[in-house]
């Protein structure tokens, strides 16, 4: 008999690393991989009750999707009103990558959302991606995360370069073409 985990019943947050530590020993590889595995599977599973759809339209880009991840969020939380999510925000995005930052009350969960978000962009967005943990830290019972993501962010120069030609078609008006436009206007300063 296999075990069944549905997906409208809250378990116990510890349940995920106990299940971790006991594969550890049985497969003989670290708690880190195996958190980073499960994190990949959950991205899966749950594709197997229609999330794949609303995971789908979060964006055309992995960056859309990772900016969006607290929107994300969010709309589950119509769904599991219990649940306590966490926070994501970007930071110094380039053509190659950017920092993604992490917050949760749930310890020990940052390899399961490396393999979650490596997951999701291989799955999703057809894009490999590499995620290094940067930092980690415990500040009371929240757990502070920077990950560093580096993958093929060619959505991020299209943008700044779509940013530059319209800055350069927001050219100064002179005063007499506004004159010219509105005849009956006073004009102060």
């Known amino acids: 008999q296999q075990p069944v985990f549905s997906t409208h019943k809250v378990y116990n947050e510890g349940l995920i690393p106990r299940l971790a530590a006991a594969a550890t020993g049985v497969l003989g590889v670290t708690k880190e991989q195996i958190m980073f595995g499960m994190g990949e599977f959950f991205v899966e599973f749950v594709g197997q009750y229609g999330y794949d759809r609303v995971l789908s339209v979060l964006g055309r880009h992995v960056r859309d999707f990772l900016n969006g991840l607290d929107n994300l969020h969010e709309y589950l939380k119509f769904s599991y009103p219990r649940m306590k999510p966490p926070s994501f925000f970007c930071e110094s995005e380039s053509s190659t990558g950017m920092l993604l930052h992490y917050r949760s009350k749930r310890r020990g969960y940052a390899h399961y959302t490396m393999g979650q978000i490596t997951q999701v962009a291989k799955h999703f967005y057809n894009t490999e991606m ?49 004159f010219e436009i509105f005849p009956f206007c006073i004009l102060f300063g």
């Open 130 to 178: 590499e995620v290094k943990l940067v930092r980690e830290e415990f500040i009371f019972d929240t757990s502070y995360v920077t990950f560093e993501l580096t993958f093929d962010n060619q959505a991020f120069t299209n943008q700044m370069a779509l940013t530059l030609i319209r800055d350069e078609q927001m050219l100064p008006l002179r005063g007499n073409l506004l």
